[in-house]
């Protein structure tokens, strides 16, 4: 969960989810899972929002059932492929939902 100052704090953060979702081809309710992942994960440290965009993104698209490449996500947010493997999964887990099992 997460307050509505914390939405207000993080514009610029939501601004590139939107985008990057655009940019991947994503619904509304990807995008909404996304957000929702992120705002409930963010750090205090304006370094690691990025790749918490990218790895949201992911874990978002994933949860809608519109699944898109670490890669292609990565590319769309301007971070490493790496950035989104090493954080998806514990996205998914501090928002109470169980990571898939390839």
């Known amino acids: 969960m997460y307050r509505a100052r914390d939405h207000v704090e993080n ?3 939501l601004a590139d989810i939107d985008d990057a979702a655009e940019r991947l081809g994503l619904s ?4 909404s899972r996304a957000t929702d992942l992120f705002l409930s994960t963010v750090s205090g440290s304006d370094r690691s929002k990025q790749a918490t965009v990218a790895a949201s993104l992911y874990a978002g698209s994933l949860v809608a ?3 898109r490449s670490q890669a ?3 590319d769309a947010v ?3 492929r790496l950035s989104v493997q090493s954080r998806w999964k514990g996205l998914l887990e501090a928002a109470g939902l169980e990571p898939p099992q390839w």
């Open 11 to 13: 514009e610029r953060w």
């Open 28 to 31: 509304g309710e990807a995008k």
């Open 65 to 67: 059932g519109e699944r």
């Open 72 to 74: 292609a996500v990565a």
């Open 78 to 80: 301007g971070v490493s």
